[in-house]
């Protein structure tokens, strides 16, 4: 079983930067495709950013496409979410998931480990 656990959320104001981590525990990750997800007040959880197992491609929603940045240290078991030029509408709450394929995807249902996520709070 992996365990993940993610952690850099908070209050921060519009434009600003923001680094999400999520560390995995219980076993390595380097073979894993992992992916951020988030959930908003009143809607659906939506697909943020996917890499592939080795860190050499990568996928984002339309709607970060160019602000967000998914990188991965497999030697840390580590995976993260650099966020700038955050907006109001990234407020939600940031989930971390892992698929045991080796590439990522947008589908939630693909990815069986899952974070109990970190609130990010974007204001203007």
């Known amino acids: 079983q992996v365990q993940l656990v993610e952690s850099g959320g908070g209050l921060v104001q519009a434009g600003d930067s923001l680094r999400l981590a999520c560390a995995a525990s219980?076993?390595?990750?380097?073979?894993?495709?992992m992916g951020w997800f988030r959930r908003a007040p009143g809607k659906e959880r939506e697909f943020v950013a996917g890499v592939n197992w080795s860190g050499g491609t990568t996928y984002y929603a339309d709607s970060v496409k160019g602000r967000f940045t998914i990188s991965r240290d497999n030697a840390k078991n580590t995976v993260y979410l650099q966020m700038n030029s955050v907006k109001p509408e990234d407020t939600a709450v940031y989930y971390c998931a892992g698929s045991e394929e080796f590439t990522a995807t947008m589908r939630g249902y693909d990815y069986r480990y899952w974070g109990q996520g970190t609130q990010v709070t974007v204001s203007s």
């Open positions: 219980g076993r390595t990750i380097r073979s894993y495709a």
